[in-house]
């Protein structure tokens, strides 16, 4: 009995900081924090929201991209936002914030526009999108980093910035036409 406490108390920690939707999550969080712990809230929110968004853009190109640099480089970046989502939802579960598992509307209308662009315009408005998208989390991050309040979630930002730097290069140094 104790070995499946054991096993399950993680997991349904894990899912219980997990929020359907990101205004529901939101909300839960505004009510639950504020001072410091809302400001720790609200980095995890964006940040997961915006790896969320780099991960889906990722999936996508592994079966829209024209070529096969961008889908290499889709496939290559695919495993670190998953990473990078599962250490958002310890992070998160360790301070009790909720989490969206779904895109919030803004981030859903940028995965639409790519969704729905022409074929022949996939490539270079993934790479576009994914350069801001990544743009912005390291700007995020390094904001946080500098002006955070919380050791852990600083050490994460720097963890964040340390993994998609390097993606955010090879993206960068695909050859759009």
Known sequence: MK?????IL???TLVGCQSNTYYAAQSTN???F???QEENATFL???NDLTLL???LSTLAMTEANTREAYLAAEAAYPEFQNLLLDF???AAARRIKLSSVL??????IYQQLRTAKKDDFDRLYQKIVIQKITDLRDLSQEYTLKGHNDGLIHFSEKIISTITPLHENIKALEMT
């Open 89 to 91: 939802k310890i992070e």
């Open 3 to 7: 070995r499946f406490i054991l096993i």
């Open 54 to 56: 780099l991960q889906n």
């Open 30 to 32: 505004l009510q639950r």
């Open 34 to 36: 504020d001072g410091w």
């Open 45 to 47: 929110m964006e940040a």
């Open 10 to 12: 993680p997991i349904l």
């Open 104 to 109: 919030s509307q803004d981030n859903d209308l």
